[in-house]
C-alpha cells in the first residue's frame, strides 16, 4: 500500500510563489512503472489536472492553466516530488492532491490514480 503525505501549502499574495513536496510512502511503489501527479480542487469545482511526471523516464505533462508558472520534479533518492509555483494568480486557489498510479496511461483522468494523498491548501489573494 502506497502513502503520500503532501507539505508545503500556505496563503500567499498574487504574484508570488510557493513549492508543495510531496513524499511517497510504501514499498509497492514501482520506479519504473509509477506516475505521480498534482491534482487540485477549489470549492465548489470538480479535481482538476495540474502536473504529473513519470518517475522512471521523468516525462512531465502540465494543464494549460499552469505551463510556464509551475514545473514538477522529483528526488528519486528521497522518494519525493516537488510542485514548484510562480508566480502565483488568485485563481490558483485551491486544495493541492499528489496521488500516484501504475501504468498511468492519461496523467489527466484522475481515475488512472490508485492512491491519493490528504491534500494541503494553497490560497493565492488578490
Known amino acids: 500500500q502506497i502513502q503520500l503525505v503532501e507539505t508545503g501549502g500556505g496563503l500567499v499574495h498574487d504574484g508570488g510563489s510557493l513549492n508543495l513536496n510531496c513524499e511517497v510512502f510504501g514499498r509497492t511503489f514501482n520506479r519504473y512503472r509509477n506516475t505521480v501527479g498534482w491534482f487540485r480542487q477549489a470549492p465548489g469545482k470538480e479535481r482538476e489536472f495540474v502536473a504529473a511526471?513519470?518517475?522512471?523516464?521523468?516525462?512531465?505533462e502540465y494543464a494549460d492553466s499552469v505551463k510556464g508558472r509551475f514545473t514538477i520534479s522529483r528526488d528519486n533518492s528521497k522518494l519525493t516530488v516537488d510542485l514548484q509555483m510562480n508566480p502565483l494568480q488568485p485563481e490558483d486557489t485551491a486544495i493541492y492532491f499528489c496521488?500516484?498510479?501504475?501504468?498511468?496511461?492519461?496523467?489527466?483522468?484522475?481515475?488512472?490514480?490508485?492512491?491519493w494523498g490528504q491534500g494541503t491548501q494553497v490560497t493565492v489573494s488578490s
Open positions: 496521488a500516484t498510479g501504475r501504468t498511468v496511461a492519461s496523467t489527466m483522468l484522475s481515475s488512472e490514480y490508485a492512491s
Open positions: 511526471i513519470r518517475w522512471y523516464s521523468g516525462t512531465t
